[in-house]
């Protein structure tokens, strides 16, 4: 799919706001709210669009702890990491899971957490029990400078 400016227009409102209605939304970008549907309902279909989420704010939850670890598993074998994957993915502490390379370790997670009581609970409770980890190093984020969920839209690019 090839985007154009009002493509990128429409993916760059929606998101910093992906709760707009048709309607606010076709007025912000200039367009009729029919085909401005038909754009969004294009770009969904052709999967620029994924879900649409509402982000929250950890610290008014009491989640005041981020913590990024770095995983080192045993064996390098697509059953290992699969296993580790399918474990990590049904934990709601865990934001993000990276397999990486160029470092000693093979995983990257982003865990947000109440505080380091909960944070070690989760890291010897879980974490250190899963099949083949034998590292685990963590570094814990003091400020956020910036925490975005926005993507730069291309202009150039066309959208495989």
């Known amino acids: 799919m090839q985007l154009d400016r009002i493509d990128?227009?429409?993916?760059?409102?929606?998101?910093?706001?992906?709760?707009?209605?048709?309607?606010d939304l076709a007025e912000r970008i200039g367009l009729s709210p029919s085909p401005c549907a038909r754009r969004v309902k294009a770009l969904k279909d052709a999967g620029v669009i994924g879900r649409?989420?509402?982000?929250?704010?950890p610290k008014a939850l009491g989640?005041?702890?981020?913590?990024l670890i770095h995983i080192s598993m045993d064996r390098?074998?697509?059953d290992r990491f699969e296993?580790?994957?399918?474990?990590?993915?049904?934990?709601?502490e865990v934001q993000e899971?990276?397999?990486?390379?160029g470092q000693a370790a093979d995983f990257v997670l982003k865990?947000?957490?109440?505080?380091?009581?909960?944070?070690?609970q989760f890291l010897l409770g879980k974490l250190t029990r899963l099949e083949?980890?034998?590292?685990?190093?963590?570094s814990f984020v003091m400020r956020r400078y910036k925490d975005s969920t926005e993507l730069p839209v291309p202009e150039e690019y066309p959208i495989a």
């Open 8 to 23: 990128r227009k429409i993916l760059q409102e929606l998101q910093k706001d992906g709760s707009l209605s048709n309607l």
């Open 52 to 57: 649409t989420v509402t982000l929250l704010d």
């Open 63 to 67: 989640l005041s702890l981020t913590a």
């Open 76 to 78: 390098h074998t697509p």
């Open 83 to 92: 296993h580790f994957e399918a474990e990590v993915a049904n934990y709601p």
């Open 97 to 101: 899971c990276y397999l990486i390379t």
């Open 111 to 120: 865990v947000v957490v109440k505080d380091m009581d909960t944070y070690q």
């Open 132 to 138: 083949g980890v034998t590292g685990v190093q963590s």
